[in-house]
T-cell receptor, first 110, second 114 residues
Framework: EDQVTQSPEALRLQEGESSSLNCSYT??????LFWYRQDPGKGPEFLFT???AGEEKEKERLKATLTKKESFLHITAPKPEDSATYLC???????????FGAGTRLAVHP | DAGVTQSPTHLIKTRGQQVTLRCSPK?????VSWYQQALGQGPQFIFQ???????QRGNFPDRFSGHQFPNYSSELNVNALLLGDSALYLC?????????????FGPGTRLTVL
């Protein structure tokens, strides 16, 4: 069964304290792995797409990496405005749907 | 560049009623997917529409149905509402063709069933 597990469920950081979020997945034929950011009561905002193991992508303080079993979202020197829920999703082979994890709630305090 | 829009923003219904939610895709996109997000959970795939046809469906009962119009906009209909249908309903648009196309989400419609 295709499945996505994110850890930790919640993370509290001090401003400037770097950390990583984990996304473990089991899927039949990965077509793509997606990271989204979601603010309370809003729709998910697209961050990155990764297609194959070894791929990395960066955007400002965020860097996403992919292996054959998991993906990491590294946050370098976070700021309070990075506080949000970060969602990971996979697209299985032969399907157009996305399968999401439950997300990691990140709180960055000044 | 207009993003994905959804209406209404919020909706309150009672058990047994029917509801229709609407979505306009991002400019240039022809595929619309619908997701249900319960509080504290990730979005769950309901179905996807492409070329006015339901292309894929998730594990949701027949009470959930949809439609796509020639201008690519879409509706989600839910009949015989249950308390458990209370959730944030998200619409996502993408460019069809079967590739790995990024799905862009709208702001959602918050449905409360009393």
């Amino acid at each position: 069964e295709d499945q996505v597990t994110q850890s930790p469920e919640a993370l509290r950081l001090q401003e400037g304290e770097s950390s990583s979020l984990n996304c473990s997945y089991t899927v039949s034929g990965l077509r793509g792995l997606f990271w989204y950011r979601q603010d309370p009561g809003k729709g998910p905002e697209f961050l990155f797409t990764l297609y194959s193991a070894g791929e990395e992508k960066e955007k400002e303080r965020l860097k996403a990496t992919l292996t054959k079993k998991e993906s990491f979202l590294h946050i370098t020197a976070p700021k309070p405005e990075d506080s949000a829920t970060y969602l990971c999703a996979v697209q299985p082979g032969g399907y157009n749907k996305l399968i999401f994890g439950a997300g990691t709630r990140l709180a960055v305090h000044p | 560049d207009a993003g994905v829009t959804q209406s209404p923003t919020h909706l309150i219904k009672t058990r047994g009623q029917q509801v229709t939610l609407r979505c306009s895709p991002k400019s240039g996109h022809d595929t619309v997917s619908w997701y249900q997000q319960a509080l504290g959970q990730g979005p769950q795939f309901i179905f996807q529409y492409y070329e006015e046809e339901e292309r894929q469906r998730g594990n949701f009962p027949d009470r959930f149905s949809g439609h796509q119009f020639p201008n690519y906009s879409s509706e989600l209909n839910v009949n015989a509402l249950l308390l458990g249908d209370s959730a944030l309903y998200l619409c996502a648009s993408s460019l069809g063709g079967g590739g790995t196309d990024t799905q862009y989400f709208g702001p959602g419609t918050r449905l409360t069933v009393l």
